[in-house]
């Protein structure tokens, strides 16, 4: 009987895909000893009980050396970092990053999220939870053109992620992540509102009765 070899077919013009997706992975960068510096600033409301709280810290985000993780892929320790006043430093937690072909993922607080799908695309969408056992995350690329400006910083072109964003007269969840080419996370913000009357023209910003805001912002580059 003749032996059948079977052989891969490969187009003299097609691209691999890690090499095709090469520019949309620059806004996900992983450089060994980069370090990004973040002012945090965490409110929380509770109005039934007069409590209102505003925490201001700042967050350094810096890469450490490359592993293989328990998927077999070369990941990236991330190095988190606290301070209330930009020095003193005190290591807070340990995370990881890695790109696939793809996908951006990061693992924190142990659990894996898929930041970014690969290629990006406007109305690109995804679930960012498909890798861990928390509810489904729907996530929508909403901007290839967004800006970034803050005191510090003013960027262009950056890619705009909505998370599973819901506003309605009574309530508000909005969760949006920003990342700028050859930088990465720019902005973050995660708002979970609620209010037990309507007024019409006033912002349920300007009524909440319980909840939280956090926002993450770049202020520094090293």
């Not at 109005?47 to 328990?70: M, W």
């Amino acid at each position: 009987m003749a032996a059948i070899t079977f052989v891969s077919c490969h187009k003299e013009n097609e691209i691999p895909a890690d090499i095709e997706f090469a520019a949309d992975k620059q806004y996900f960068p992983l450089e060994t000893d980069k370090a990004l510096i973040y002012k945090v600033t965490e409110i929380t409301i509770d109005k039934p009980s007069d409590y209102y709280d505003t925490a201001v810290y700042y967050l350094r985000e810096r890469t450490d050396i490359p592993f293989v993780d328990n998927e077999g892929d070369t990941a990236y320790r991330i190095e988190r970092f606290k301070s209330q006043s930009l020095n003193n430093w005190t290591i807070s937690d340990v995370w990881e990053s890695k790109l696939t072909t793809y996908t951006a993922e990061k693992v924190e607080e142990n659990q894996r999220f898929i930041k970014i799908k690969f290629p990006l695309s406007i109305g690109k969408y995804w679930n960012g939870n498909l890798k861990n056992e928390l509810d489904d995350k729907d996530c929508t690329i909403t901007s290839l053109s967004a800006t970034y400006n803050n005191e510090n910083i003013h960027l262009d072109s950056c890619l705009s992620i909505t998370r599973d964003s819901i506003v309605t007269h009574i309530s508000k969840l909005y969760d949006v992540e920003i990342y700028a080419r050859n930088i990465g996370l720019v902005y973050k913000e995660i708002t979970d509102i609620n209010s037990q009357e309507v007024i019409y023209g006033v912002p349920i910003e300007n009524r909440i009765h319980r909840g939280t805001i956090y926002r993450q912002e770049l202020i520094a580059i090293e």
